[in-house]
């Protein structure tokens, strides 16, 4: 993300700036873990599964990795990946 970003010349610092809390998007994908580039981004966990989890969980990270592309903070690549 971080090379892709660069090269198509989007800022997303400005676009943060600008539209703070204007957007939610939903993921339905494996799960979510609750890590730190997401810490204050979810906002809500559903499990359609037959486990019927109630805290965030995904085992299999693919939902994690979505997740992190669309609302990664980058919190512990300092900033590089967000």
């Known amino acids: 993300m971080y090379r892709?970003?660069?090269q198509i010349g989007?800022?997303?610092h400005f676009f943060c700036?600008?539209?703070p809390n204007k957007y939610a998007v939903a993921v339905v994908d494996s799960g979510?873990?609750?890590h730190p580039d997401l810490k204050e981004q979810?906002?809500?966990f559903s499990d359609f599964?037959?486990?019927k989890y109630a805290e965030c969980v995904d085992y299999f990270g693919h939902g994690t990795h979505v997740a992190g592309c669309l609302c990664g903070k980058g919190t512990l690549s300092k900033a590089r990946y967000h």
């Open 4 to 6: 892709v970003r660069h």
């Open 10 to 12: 989007y800022d997303m």
């Open 17 to 19: 700036r600008e539209n």
């Open 32 to 34: 979510v873990y609750r």
């Open 42 to 44: 979810v906002i809500a």
């Open 49 to 51: 599964s037959d486990e």
